[in-house]
Nanobody, 116 residues
C-alpha cells in the first residue's frame, strides 16, 4: 500500500524559506516521476513542480519558477521542495504525489502559511 507523508511546513514571514520533504513507501519510488501540488481552501489543487525519475527533467508552475526547487533522493525514497522568497500567495496545503498523480496516493499534506 502506497504511503506519502509530507512534512516541513510551518508559519513564516514573507521573504523567508522552507524546505518540504515527502517520505514515500509502498511503491517503487525510484521508478516514478514525482510532483508537488498545493491547495487553498475553496480552490482546486494546483500543480507546483515535477521531477523525472533521475532528476534530469524538471518543470515548475510559472508562479514558483525561480523561487522553488524540486529535488529527490532515490536512496532515501524522499522528495523535496526548497521554497525561497515565500510570499502570502504561497500559503496553502502542499502535497506530493507521483507524476502524473495517482488519486489513491494523496497524503495528508503539510500546511505552509506565509504571513507577517
Amino acid at each position: 500500500q502506497a504511503l506519502l507523508v509530507e512534512s516541513g511546513g510551518g508559519l513564516v514571514q514573507p521573504g523567508e524559506s522552507l524546505r518540504l520533504s515527502c517520505a514515500a513507501s509502498g511503491f517503487t519510488f525510484s521508478r516514478n516521476a514525482m510532483s508537488w501540488h498545493r491547495q487553498v481552501p475553496g480552490k482546486e489543487r494546483e500543480f507546483v513542480a515535477r521531477i523525472a525519475v533521475i532528476g534530469s527533467l524538471i518543470n515548475y508552475a510559472d508562479s514558483v519558477k525561480g523561487r522553488f526547487t524540486i529535488s529527490r533522493d532515490n536512496a532515501k525514497n524522499t522528495l523535496y521542495l526548497q521554497m525561497n522568497n515565500l510570499n502570502p500567495e504561497d500559503t496553502a496545503v502542499y502535497y506530493c504525489n507521483t507524476s502524473p498523480p495517482n488519486s489513491a496516493y494523496w497524503g495528508p499534506g503539510t500546511q505552509v502559511t506565509v504571513s507577517s
